[in-house]
């Protein structure tokens, strides 16, 4: 069964970075785009980034564009997003999404940024 | 940018149908498919309408997606309402740069 396990969340000072991973399993996960998308508590989905298969692509939401870095290691199956320059209103649960006809997701890892 | 607008809330009592609306404020609404997630209290999304009127498999057929070109926008209709399909539900789309979600609608089974 194929499944997008998310970590690396926790507790981060504003200004501070932190690297999030996704890996894959039960797909051949090459082949697929992918997405990260995040819910800040008590809101609705905001994506924010989007990579092709063989990183051909990289697309970013505004909000996150110069801060965040998306990138993939196929031979690891993972997925990852380099989060720097932090900031409060980047608090939120994120989740990768793999697209095939449509989007599967993950359970998804939650980013604290706080003082 | 687009944007995707959705109604805040829908109730409906079980047995009834309900329709959620997505409307896209800029660029046709058949230019980019577009896709329907529910997201249950505590879970992550999941997708019940994906290229606009298609049902993963597993997804009953209660969940039916359609887009409506005269007024540039999406709806996501479910038939035989049960108190399982209380959740939150999302549109999305995208264009060449972006991809957007709709701000979300809160479906209650009365």
């Known amino acids: 069964e194929a499944q997008l396990v998310e970590s690396g969340g926790g507790l981060v000072q504003p200004g501070g970075s932190l690297r999030l991973s996704c890996v894959a399993s039960g797909v051949t996960f090459s082949h697929y785009s992918m997405n990260w998308v995040r819910q800040a508590p008590g809101k609705g989905l905001q994506w924010v980034s989007y990579i092709g298969s063989g990183s051909s692509v990289k697309l970013y939401a505004d909000s996150v564009k110069g801060r965040f870095t998306v990138s993939r290691d196929d031979a690891q199956n993972s997925l990852f997003l380099q989060m720097n320059s932090l900031r409060v209103e980047d608090t939120a649960v994120y989740y990768c999404a793999r697209v095939n006809s449509f989007w599967s997701w993950g359970q998804g890892t939650l980013v604290t940024v706080s003082s | 940018n687009f944007i995707l607008t959705q109604p805040h809330s829908v109730s409906g009592s079980p047995g009834k149908t309900v329709t959620i609306s997505c409307t896209r404020s800029s660029g046709s609404i058949a230019s980019n498919y577009v896709q329907w997630y529910q997201q249950r209290p505590g879970s992550s999304p999941t997708t019940v309408i994906y290229?606009?009127?298609?049902?993963p498999s597993g997804v009953p057929d209660r969940f039916s997606g359609s887009i409506d070109t005269s007024s540039n926008s999406a709806s996501l209709t479910i038939s035989g309402l049960t108190a399982e399909d209380e959740a939150d539900y999302y549109c999305q789309s995208y264009d060449s740069r972006n991809h957007e979600f709709g701000g979300g609608t809160r479906l209650t089974v009365l």
């Open positions: 290229e606009d009127k298609q049902r």
